[in-house]
């Protein structure tokens, strides 16, 4: 398997990644803080499909032949269509594709993207209503409140435009800042400071959750993981 991400230039875009199977493979999907869109391809075969954030580790399989690619949103850009609350954890929404190019989203068919044009396909989306961003998950993510916003409104609406808690998404993103840490021949001990956690324990369960494995198995460098 064959796996490759680039940091997004688009406005609503997180990250762009890529993957081939070119056997058969197992891999351990890491905890995710936002709403992908991932298209698959097998001959004539396509699937695209809307998964909402993952609040733990899953073991997936590639299957050899598989081509696939998909964008990662940034935290509080959405499918209003298809709220990230409703979709996260695996609760995958799987587009109508009646052909090889084209999808279906709103009852309307659209022209199936490629990694190439991706961007021209979300600008429609965006044009159309169907992909938005609350602008206040940013502040709300910083630990700004919004100006005349309780606490508790403000935690609701970060909750309904990302998918979870605004401490879920914190310890995701530490959990993950560990773990790339971690993939690539880190320290645990220095892995602790990394991540932000009182000590190995702590460390320790969160790669459990959020990754998995523990921390020597992470630093073995045998072991594919999809972040």
């Known amino acids: ?72 949103l940034r935290p509080g850009a959405y499918l209003p269509l298809h709220p990230p609350l409703g979709l996260a954890d695996l609760h995958d929404l799987q587009l109508p594709t009646p052909s090889s190019d084209r999808i279906v989203l709103d009852n309307r068919e659209w022209e199936m993207p490629t990694e190439q044009n991706i961007d021209v396909f979300l600008d429609r989306l965006v044009r159309a209503d169907l992909l938005i961003v609350d602008p206040l998950v940013d502040e709300i993510r910083h630990g700004d409140l919004p100006r005349g916003m309780s606490e508790r409104t403000a935690q609701m609406r970060f909750r309904r435009a990302v998918g979870i808690s605004h401490r879920k998404l914190v310890s995701i993103e530490q959990a993950r800042r560990a773990a790339r840490f971690l993939a690539s021949g880190g320290s645990i001990a220095d892995a602790v400071a990394v991540g932000g956690y009182y000590d190995q324990p702590q460390l320790t369960r969160a790669m459990r959750w959020a990754a998995g494995h523990t921390p020597g198995e992470l630093r073995s460098g045998t072991l594919f993981l999809a972040f």
Not at 37 to 42: G, L, P, T, Y
């Open 1 to 72: 398997m064959i796996f490759d991400a680039v940091a997004g230039e688009l406005p609503l875009v997180q990250r762009v990644w890529s993957a081939r199977c070119e056997a058969t493979a197992s891999f351990t999907s890491v905890a995710k803080r936002s709403t992908i869109i991932a298209f698959a391809r097998s001959g004539d075969m396509v699937e695209v499909h809307v998964h909402g954030p993952e609040t733990r580790a899953t073991t997936m399989t590639c299957p050899e032949g598989w081509e696939f690619f998909g964008v990662e």
